[in-house]
């Protein structure tokens, strides 16, 4: 009986059309209908009236008009009760797509009758053929009983050929015995409906369809209205199964998963059966990716196709998983190298490290890793992820040059140098602006003095790339500058003012400054006497005497003039060291060659080595510390008045002549005052009168180096009164020494 009019829907010549170029098409279902329709069948989409669904049996490939096609095989079934259907719509889906209309099929006379379920003819089936070329890649929802049968005699048939392989004419046999076993099992699990249903059902797989070219036509392929079967039927059921059980219906595919695990690995394959087919290609693999296997049917085994050609089928291995993105593992400090972190959840056979990896500065990095070619994150990419490190700052620290810094005039500034790690920027600060201020150009800090005192300077260091701040540090400094006061300024003060020829702009003649002798002076122990030095003249005769220069004499006490005198004051004695010019009653040798020059005052030693038991050595150390040489002309041989008898000395301490006191040649060599000049204290007028140290009430004969001319056994001396005159060298008077710094 064939069908009046069918048509494809446009949707389904679509799906057709891509399935001929690679797209996978599925028959889904059929549906029927006892509905009827005017319009043109392409633009159905769903069919009309009472509607039950059929059976898809399968779909073979056949000649049609030279060509082979795709069939497909429907069977009508039955339904509750009998109904006469006009519509068959088949349906199809395209890949992943929504199921759709592929094929209307319609009877315009009063239909075909199906029979209600239980009758006798209540059974059709139906071939469709779809497409001329083989190339459409077309599949099929089977249906679960239909399937069932064919898989249980199909099992059933190969188990027992498989059994009989050296007696290939029994194999007819074999397929009705183990058709009939397995139909009979499948009856009595409710399966089907009967084994002589099976058997026809199997006899009209094999039926002929008919259309016109391009695949739109079908026909009813066997009308099973009759009861019974003949033995041709039977026969020719049997022959169908044969070429069944000799098919292999599907390409082997790879069952289930295999994921990388650094050992060879095999697929389990879907559908493959030693005895059907052999396995080839490649068949094992380590590495994750895609490998090809080959599947070839052996002895009268076909594809589906007819023919044994080889077919490849492609299976996987995948990536391992790695979960987690690596992250730094424990601190990196700044050291000055390049320095890498550790890392957490790394393996290098897993991840290639890339990005910032390595660095050498403190700061923030990233890092990336990227999964090889056998991994793959959670996720399921494989592409690179970043991941933070970091490099930490190492403690800063700071060294200064000095602890402490002294400024005394004329030095009124001074460095200290700041070392530090890294490049920090240096501060200071003074906790004392007033005494001292402070200025920084790089790790330099420069303080100024500002008064006398003391100040504390603060220095802090910045933070920077790779250091962090470190705590501040402290040093002193003590500022010593010059007073007007001349007893407030140190002696290494007076000095420094005197070096640079300044003493004038800040004292005055007359100026004093305390002293305090201790330690035996010649053969007289004087302990702890507190003597005022005081300013004589400031670069007095200089250009003899030395430049640079303040004079001082030595000394008063509670401000009047004294001369220092011993337990001999004005008695003659020959007694070493006394306070006498000479031991005998002579003036030979002059002032170069006196006792009271090497005895008494050790003027000829040097001040960092004076000669013991002198009143140099008496003196304290830091103002022998700063005594100057002064270089003095007087008559040094004594006992006339010739000019050449006055020569230079030169001395650390030292007895005022006649004339640096008068401005007189009285008694002295008169070639004296050629090389001399009266002090300013002097010419200002200021007392000649001298007081014994030990008795300050009491005035005193004190001595001067001039020897006096008119004889051999005088020098010179100012008398209590004040005035000029001279005395023999052996008596004691007293001793105003002179000193210069």
């Known amino acids: 009986m064939s069908w009046e009019k069918y048509a494809y829907t446009s949707a389904g010549a679509a799906m057709l059309s891509e399935s001929i170029s690679g797209g996978a098409l599925t028959i889904t279902r059929a549906v029927s209908g006892t509905g009827t329709v005017d319009t043109d069948l392409s633009e159905e989409t769903a069919v009309s009236g009472d509607t039950y669904e059929l059976k898809l049996l399968g779909i073979d490939t056949v000649e049609y008009e030279g060509e082979k096609a795709r069939k497909v095989s429907i069977w009508t079934g039955g339904a509750d009760k009998p109904y006469f259907m006009h519509q068959i719509g088949v349906f199809g889906r395209l890949n992943d797509d929504p199921e759709d209309t592929l094929l209307f099929l319609m009877q315009d006379d009063r239909g075909i009758e199906i029979p209600a379920i239980g009758t006798a003819d209540h059974e059709f089936q139906i071939a469709v053929l779809l497409a001329v070329s083989t190339k459409a890649n077309i599949s099929l929802t089977v249906d679960p009983q239909v399937e069932a049968i064919m898989r249980m005699v199909r099992e059933m048939v190969l188990k027992e050929i498989s059994q009989h392989n050296d007696a290939p004419d029994a194999h007819a046999k074999i397929i009705t015995e183990a058709t009939s076993k397995a139909l009979k099992e499948l009856e009595e699990s409710g399966q089907i409906m009967s084994e002589d249903r099976v058997k026809e059902l199997i006899k009209e797989s094999g039926g002929g369809g008919g259309g016109s070219s391009g695949g739109t036509a079908a026909d009813i392929s066997y009308d099973n209205s009759k009861s019974g079967i003949s033995a041709a039927n039977v026969q020719e059921a049997i022959d169908a199964l044969s070429v069944l059980t000799l098919t292999i219906q599907a390409v082997p595919a790879q069952s289930g998963s295999l994921t ?34 080959t599947f070839t049917p052996i002895g009268k085994y076909v594809w589906t196709d007819g023919t044994q050609e080889a077919k490849s089928v492609s299976w996987t291995i995948g990536r391992a998983e790695v979960k987690n993105v690596p ?35 403190a700061g923030s990095y990233s890092a990336t890793f990227t999964p090889t070619s056998n991994y793959k994150w959670s996720d399921g990419t494989t592409t690179a992820k970043s991941a933070s490190w970091t490099i930490g700052k190492a ?55 500002k008064a006398t005192g003391s100040a504390t300077i603060t220095v802090n260091v910045g933070a920077d790339t790779n250091y962090t701040a470190p705590s501040s540090k402290t040093f002193t400094v003590a500022v010593t500058l010059v007073s007007k006061t001349l007893s407030s300024n140190s002696w290494a003060v007076i000095k420094a003012v005197s070096d640079a020829g300044q003493g004038a702009n800040y004292w005055s ?26 300013i004589i003249g400031f670069n007095h005769n200089s250009g003899k005497e030395g430049s640079n220069r303040i004079h001082f004499l030595l000394g008063k006490i509670s401000d009047k003039f ?39 005052l050790g003027s000829a030693s040097s001040p960092t080595s004076p000669t013991a038991n002198t009143l140099l050595a008496a003196l304290p150390a830091d103002l022998r510390a700063v005594m100057k040489s002064c270089t003095k002309y007087t008559d040094n041989k004594g006992g006339g008045n010739t000019a050449s008898n006055v020569s230079s000395t030169t001395d650390y301490l030292f007895l005022l002549s006649e004339y640096e006191v008068f401005a007189t ?77």
């Open 665 to 741: 040649h009285q008694y002295c060599n008169d070639a004296e005052p050629n090389y001399q000049a009266q002090y300013d204290y002097f010419k200002a007028g200021n007392s000649k009168v001298a007081n014994k140290h030990s008795a300050t009430g009491t005035a005193a004969v004190w001595w001067l180096r001039s020897p006096g001319y008119g004889g051999h056994t005088s020098f010179c001396a100012v008398l209590s009164s004040g005035s000029l005159d001279y005395y023999n060298a052996y008596i004691a008077y007293g001793v105003v020494p002179g000193f210069v710094v």
């Open 562 to 600: 004294v001369g220092l005198v011993d337990s001999s004051y004005g008695s003659t004695t020959s007694t070493s060291g006394a306070f006498t010019m000479n031991t005998s009653n002579t003036n030979s040798g002059g002032w170069g060659s006196s006792q009271m020059r090497s005895k008494v």
């Open 509 to 534: 003649v007359g100026a004093t400054k305390s002293v305090t002798i201790n330690g035996k002076v010649g053969a007289t122990t004087i302990s702890s006497l507190k003597v005022d030095a005081f």
């Open 260 to 293: 990388y695990t650094g050992s060879t690995q095999s697929p389990t394959w879907k559908g493959y059966d030693s005895s059907m087919m052999t396995i080839g290609g490649v068949t094992s693999g380590i590495n994750a990716g895609t490998y090809t296997a």
């Open 395 to 449: 403690t800063g620290s700071i060294t200064l040059s000095a602890s402490s810094l002294s400024l005394t005039y004329p030095k009124t500034s001074g460095t200290i140098t700041v070392t530090r790690p890294g490049s920090g920027t240096v501060t200071a600060s003074s906790g004392s602006t007033n005494i001292a201020t402070v200025s920084v150009s790089g790790t330099t800090i420069t303080v100024t003095a």
């Open 327 to 361: 992250a730094q593992t424990g601190s990196v400090t700044y050291n000055g190298s390049a320095q890498s972190p550790s890392w957490s959840n790394y393996n290098s056979s897993q991840l290639t490290i890339g990005g910032t990896s390595s660095a050498t500065n």
